[in-house]
């Protein structure tokens, strides 16, 4: 231990949990050794004889950092030494599975932005793993409630959870990223607890938990659906909310993280005293083994400390001015540009260190595939503006590490000019709001112009060409988390969230939903004839535009969340998977649509259409032609009609390329749309598309793939849509 440098301190002050009175330094006792250490890594870094512990504050004038036995009895320790504002030490003997927290003694003065309370157990931002829920009492505050300048004097170590020391012991064995490229990836975004805590084929004791998602049950249905990555709602460890709490309800989504290193402990079947770790890694070893990738949705943008009234749960208490984007006419208050009371400091050099080590933790240590960044807008406000040239990119850019794996940004928040989609850097996806809402308006008869329908289907070119981007650039979504579920988004026109606690003021109003005639479920078997037909028109939109497609996990099931539109508070079976009545018909055609994107890759375009003639063509033909009903070409002019679409597209299979480039001939194919009420009469073209076509699916057949399979159009053949329904015809024969 000789390079640990010297030794700081023999004593340690024991506290008993019991004594109300147990932040006083009621005396010292022989205790733990302890050595300088070292100020990197930041965290608390096991090895064979010791742990050294690592936190960054500028404003403390001294650190304790705090053991905890098993029966809950603590013990404090000075840290020895300052560097850089980092401070650290060294203590021979603590090993994995030790609890700790700091406190954090300095300037306290709300009004300036300086929080510092040493009566706070704070959690280590670096920690790997945490136990332990948050109790809410005054305690938990920094501040005494009703009065917001005064110090909290409650201990609040009772009431708050603890950072667990973690060993890096996992045996990958052989396993290797999938490394799916962008133009074939499907992702399926799903929830760790909700996928499994219904699932008849997964044991009991495993559901709701990495090991449940992990089962062979559970990645069955994500293999034979033809997926190839899952996105997890947030797993970073989060805080349930305490008017949540008092109203019976709890935070499911996740996006109130505490921790961003330490996946979050209620989701493990293997206890909270670190096996999480484990658990966690063995699961994602386990999807890989599938082919499945693992993307992660993370919060990086706040923190479930809340806004100035919130609790000092750990950034708040260690350093409020550095973590934290204070209001800079009033101190005592935040900018908060995600709704949520505060904004995560990027500015900050030791905050933008925080977030590239996590993402870098979560790469090497727990083989993540890929990050969808919440509200990632607010990550690159370098001042007010947001910024595509901000520290945040340009890290991310130099780290050959993070450049490597899926980068998605949710590219707005809720500030003013946060709504940047198609703004972000080249190598970034993005979730494509205008996607969304061009699909939904589309299908309800309500699309301002054919014009918007063109460019989402063909990957958004408006948006993301001009960076040299792919179509891939383009995360392509109908529905998401928080919003309707595709069931709900053809049975309900308005919102349903009273289950809430707010009066229904809660969830987005505008849904460009359509219940087809009736609000909620109904015994018309004309209205849920139509809801059926809609809901595969949507799913057959998405999975056959260029692009990155997004299936919201359930939609292929037929989940409903009965209206509710903003279920972040249901951590019950009105947000877990119903397996027991799942859509057997639903999940069959989505299965289907899956495995036709895969087999052709005219859906699923490296580059953009050509606006002419491809190079090397033969005749006149485009690699995308838009046709009239009547088999005419489109005119400029019938690009800019609105209300209701009927529409055809065809798709050239030649002229492809492989992911290195290679030529690759495809099938071509046929779209027919008709999204108008009434039955359309399509003519395929008998000049310029002449041959024969074949059926492939009709979404208004009871059994979409098999009702007209294989049936030949001639070459002036007329197809008859009904009303919202829509035809793919494959080309088997060219004259």
Sequence with gaps: LADRACYASGLVTRTDPNSTASGAHEGTTPGHQVWTGEAYPLGATPDDQGTNFAVFSRLAERVELCLFDDAGTEQRVDLPRMTGFTWHGYLPGIGPGQRYGYRVHGPWDPSTGRRCNPRKLLLDPYTRAIEGNVRWSDAIHGHVPGDPFRRQEQDSAPDVPRSIVVASDFDWGDDHAPRVPEAETIVYETHVKGFTKRHPGVPEELRGTYAGLAHPAAIKHLTELGVTSVELLPVHHFVHDGYLLDRGLRQYWGYNSIGFFAPHAEYAAS???????????????????????????VVYNHTGEGNHRGPMLSMRGLDNQAYYRIHPDSPRHYTDYTGTGNTLNVREPYVLQLIMDSLRYWITEMHIDGFRFDLASALARELHEVDRLSSFFDIIQQDPVIRAVKLIAEPWDVGEGGHQVGNFPPHWAEWNGHYRDSMRDVWRGELDTLHDFGRRFTGSDDLYADEGRTPAASVNLVTAHDGFTLLDLVTYNRKHNRANGDHNRDGETWNRSW?????????????????????????????????????????????????????YCHDSELSWFDWEHLDEEMLDFTRRLVALRREHRVFRRREWFHEGVPEGADDEIRDIEWCRPDGTRMADEDWHTDGAAAIAVYLSGEHLGDRHGRPVIDDSFYLALNATAEPMEFRLPDDWLAGAWSCVFDTAAERPFEARAGEICGTAHELTLVGHSMILARRVEAR
Excluded: W, Y
């Design 515 to 567: 219940n087809c005639g009736v609000e909620g479920p109904t015994d018309d078997p004309a209205v849920n004839a139509l809801r059926t037909r809609q809901r595969r028109n949507l799913m057959a939109t998405l999975l056959l535009s260029q692009g990155m497609p997004m299936i919201l996990g359930g939609d292929e099931l037929g989940r409903t969340q009965h209206g509710n539109n903003n279920a």
């Design 271 to 297: 206890g909270t005293g670190g096996g999480q770790v484990n658990e966690f890694k063995a699961m994602v070893k386990a999807l890989h083994a599938a082919g499945l990738e693992v993307i992660l949705d």
